[in-house]
């Protein structure tokens, strides 16, 4: 179930990153942005690139620590997904003015991943085998346990 796991957390965040690295350009305000806001497509190109780092973390290393990881940026994704389309909350600090009342394919296939990556790191965070991390590679009798298999 492991491995299931990782994989669903990683194609999830891979599905938000590849969305959002996609409408970044969309998000640009041009010439006409207020000052002290953070661009959209900055903010979309950010959370592409820390969904897709939190996915390659997961995969690399199936730890607590990792799947707290992918879980906060999944979880959040989709949170802002759902709130920036049913809310016109406006300008929140530096945060554009993001109101998208409109549901599309892309907008889907992103919520979807989001949500997936965020439920199966929730599991994942949860199940993980916690004695693995805490295991020393390197125990009083020498031999190491590297990929010990439980």
Same mark, same amino acid.
């Given at each position: 179930?492991? $491995? ?20 970044? *350009? /969309?998000?640009? *305000?041009?010439?006409?942005? !207020?000052?002290? $806001?953070?661009?959209?497509?900055? #903010? ?43 809310? /016109? $909350?406006?300008? #929140?600090?530096?945060? !554009?003015?993001?109101? /998208? ?10 919520? $979807? ?20 991390? /805490?295991?020393?590679?390197? *125990?009083?009798?020498?031999? !190491? ?6």
């Amino acid at each position: 179930m492991g $491995v299931l796991l990782r994989i669903l957390v990683a194609a999830g965040l891979a599905a938000d990153a590849y969305v959002h690295w996609v409408f970044a *350009p /969309d998000m640009d *305000p041009g010439p006409n942005a !207020p000052s002290g $806001v953070i661009p959209g497509d900055v #903010l979309f190109q950010a959370q592409a690139i820390v969904a897709a780092v939190a996915g390659l973390l997961v995969l690399a290393w199936a730890r607590r620590w990792t799947y707290a990881i992918a879980f906060l940026v999944a979880a959040s994704a989709v949170g802002a997904l759902l709130l920036y389309y049913y809310v /016109d $909350v406006g300008r #929140l600090g530096p945060i !554009p003015a993001m109101h /998208d009342p409109s549901w599309y394919a892309e907008k889907t296939i992103s919520g $979807v991943g989001e949500g997936v990556a965020a439920l199966a790191a929730l599991i994942g965070f949860f199940t993980v085998n916690r004695n693995r991390e /805490d295991e020393d590679p390197f *125990p009083a009798n020498g031999t !190491p346990q590297f990929d010990r298999m439980r």
